[in-house]
């Protein structure tokens, strides 16, 4: 007993210690504390560069009292978001998340969609189409950390990023639709299908199934669970590192080449990727690259 209540007393310490840390570098990053984050005034959507992480920009969600869930205005800061990140080259790797512990994105706002007419919620489902469209054309990779609720509309969106990455405490990722009386109408009938093949798109589809971040990363909905003594975001940052650290052009080439395999043949897939090769061989990047190479040093690349 007493073994038990030592280890419960340590993972409730080191859980409070994650929490603190996290807002920790918010205050650090923002000059804003999480309670803060929640005024009326304050940006629903909105991009920060990561501290100490040169190449690394977080897209946050900002709405904690509503588990991040996606209004009219998130939807169109979100969206001016992604189209000044488009053109950012000092970006190269965007981590989407939540800008306070224990959430991600429960989907849109049903409270707000019980009140809008016909005619806006067509709009909305255009405009939440177009976003989340250019949230998986984006030239750089895209990570989404999922440390809270990602349902509906949020895993949807979590769908269109590159990888996803899960905290190990998360127990409610899914697609319940048909439990609404609806279907899943931002991508997610067909971005999933892709990731996961007919049968286990229409199980969990059909089911209306919430899972755990262990059983999504067991079927392949998530591609990362983080440890028990971190988050989602402390993963999705060791993961960006990683990336970051590579040749912006060969990432967006090779985002690009891989990103076409779903609609081309495989004669026409090694076409378009010997298109994307070719171009890379004569930036400045490759020569830095083969002379780092030659000198036994890290690579300095500059995305030309």
């Not at 007393?9 to 080191?14: I, L, M």
């Not at 255009?126 to 989404?144: F, K, V």
């Not at 979590?158 to 899914?174: E, F, P, Q, Y």
Request: charged share 25%; hydrophobic share 45%.
């Amino acid at each position: 007993m007493l073994l038990t209540a030592a280890r419960g007393s340590n993972s409730t310490a080191a859980l409070k210690a994650v929490r603190a840390g996290w807002a920790a570098r918010r205050f650090i990053q923002t000059g804003q504390s999480s309670a803060g984050s929640s005024s009326s005034n304050a940006a629903e959507a909105y991009l920060e560069p990561v501290q100490d992480r040169p190449g690394i920009t977080s897209l946050l969600l900002n709405r904690p009292k509503a588990k991040n869930a996606i209004s009219l205005r998130l939807l169109k800061e979100f969206q001016e978001c992604l189209d000044k990140v488009q053109f950012d080259k000092e970006t190269r790797v965007l981590i989407v998340r939540s800008s306070t512990v224990g959430s991600f994105c429960a989907g849109a706002d049903l409270i707000e969609r019980a009140s809008m007419t016909k005619a806006q919620v067509d709009k909305f489902l255009l405009d939440l189409r177009r976003a989340l469209c250019t949230l998986e054309g984006l030239p750089m990779p895209t990570i989404a950390a999922i440390d809270g609720p990602a349902l509906g509309g949020g895993l949807e969106l979590g769908l269109a990023c590159d990888l996803r990455v899960a905290g190990h405490a998360v127990t409610k990722i899914g697609l319940p639709e048909v439990k609404l009386g609806i279907i899943p109408g931002a991508g997610g009938t067909q971005r999933l299908t892709r990731l996961l093949g007919l049968a286990k798109a229409k199980d969990l589809i059909f089911t209306a199934r919430v899972l755990t971040a262990q059983e999504a990363h067991q079927i392949g909905v998530v591609d990362y669970v983080s440890a028990p003594e971190s988050t989602a975001y402390d993963k999705a940052l060791e993961l960006a590192q990683q990336m970051s650290a590579n040749a912006p052009l060969a990432l967006k080439a090779a985002k690009q080449a891989i990103s076409r395999v779903p609609e081309l043949g495989l004669e026409s897939g090694l076409d378009f990727e010997r298109a994307s090769y070719e171009p890379l061989l004569h930036t400045k990047d490759r020569l830095e690259a083969l002379q780092a190479f030659k000198e036994k040093r890290a690579p300095v690349f500059k995305g030309e």
